[in-house]
């Protein structure tokens, strides 16, 4: 069974819009908080954002508050990333991350992580 997967990446023009979409196992969603991460080229792993089960609340890095948006997805058991006003530095592969709430900014306490997408912000 695969946990988590990522769509909607691609390459967009600075100051442009993307949605990215991760489709979680229904008992992955049901029981932990999902994140966001992404990881540019010789870069670290960053946390971008987190939502709470059913929901309850959400947290944003400073670097993406204010541009990044995390929100159920249309389809069941998914969480959607808008984001808009993309610059160059955006630019990585985008991660969606489920595990327990109290460490899901952490990489390393992660407990599912999914493949990917690229998202690319040309300078």
């Known amino acids: 069974q695969v946990e988590l997967v990522e769509s909607g990446g691609g390459s967009v023009e600075a100051g442009g819009s993307l949605t990215l979409s991760c489709a979680a196992a229904?008992?992955?969603?049901?029981?932990?908080?999902m994140a966001w991460f992404r990881q540019g080229p010789e870069k670290e792993r960053e946390w971008v954002a987190t939502t709470y089960p059913n929901n309850q609340r959400t947290n944003y890095a400073d670097s993406v508050k204010g541009r990044f948006t995390v929100s159920p997805g249309n389809a069941a058991n998914t969480i959607d990333l808008q984001m808009n006003n993309l610059k160059p530095d955006d630019t990585a592969r985008y991660l969606c991350?489920?595990?327990?709430?109290?460490?899901?900014?952490?990489?390393?306490?992660?407990?599912?992580w999914g493949q990917g997408t690229q998202v690319t912000v040309p300078s």
């Open positions: 991350a489920a595990g327990d709430c109290v460490h899901i900014t952490t990489p390393t306490r992660v407990r599912y």
């Open positions: 229904p008992d992955i969603y049901r029981t932990f908080c």
